[in-house]
């Protein structure tokens, strides 16, 4: 069984959160939910020299996921490739997948008043294609990496 993830190398990231953007643009997502996000964190070098490092949070898709396992009405569930989905046809908008995440990972899309969070674009990835966070990196930072199991 493969899993995914998304790997960001922090000396090519400017912080400049293209990743953000286009997640949002690609989900249709309104203002106040965010899929995945760039966080700035202050260094100080050796030298005094201030200094920014940047690191990428989005859905971990975790092997038990808590807010599938928390869901009441079964919207969350795992494929076989470990992607964690939300069905939008089965999401009530009850928030309890929000406070089961030990991350805060999924969000409320206040327009439809249905969760969502980051499937590493599902869409794309059945098509042979990377999320689109990554294609759409300016610095090409991010990485779609496949994990092999044994």
Same mark, same amino acid.
């Given at each position: 069984?493969?899993? @995914?993830?998304? @790997? /960001?190398?922090?000396?090519?990231? #400017?912080?400049?959160?293209?990743? *953000?953007?286009?997640?949002? $643009?690609?989900?249709? /997502?309104? =203002?106040?939910?965010?899929?995945? *996000?760039?966080?700035?964190?202050?260094? $100080?070098?050796? %030298?005094?020299?201030?200094?920014? *490092? =940047?690191?990428?949070?989005?859905? @971990?898709?975790?092997?038990?996921?808590?807010?599938?396992?928390?869901?009441?009405?079964? &919207? #969350?569930?795992? %494929?076989?490739?470990?992607? !964690?989905?939300?069905?939008?046809?089965?999401?009530?908008?009850?928030? &309890?997948?929000?406070? &089961?995440?030990?991350?805060?990972?999924?969000? /409320?899309?206040?327009?439809?008043?249905?969760?969502?969070?980051?499937?590493?674009?599902?869409? %794309?990835?059945?098509?042979?294609?990377?999320?689109?966070? !990554?294609?759409?990196?300016?610095?090409?930072?991010?990485? =779609?990496?496949? /994990?092999? %199991? =044994?």
């Amino acid at each position: 069984m493969n899993k @995914y993830m998304i @790997y /960001l190398n922090t000396k090519r990231c #400017i912080g400049c959160h293209g990743c *953000e953007i286009h997640c949002k $643009t690609n989900k249709k /997502l309104p =203002f106040g939910a965010i899929l995945c *996000e760039i966080d700035h964190q202050p260094l $100080t070098s050796i %030298r005094g020299v201030p200094k920014t *490092e =940047f690191s990428f949070r989005s859905c @971990y898709q975790c092997d038990e996921p808590y807010c599938a396992s928390i869901c009441p009405t079964g &919207a #969350i569930s795992k %494929r076989e490739d470990g992607i !964690v989905l939300v069905d939008e046809e089965k999401c009530i908008g009850c928030m &309890a997948c929000a406070g &089961a995440c030990p991350w805060g990972v999924p969000q /409320l899309n206040q327009e439809k008043n249905k969760m969502v969070k980051c499937d590493f674009c599902v869409d %794309r990835v059945d098509q042979g294609m990377e999320p689109v966070c !990554v294609t759409k990196c300016t610095t090409q930072a991010l990485r =779609f990496v496949t /994990l092999t %199991r =044994f």
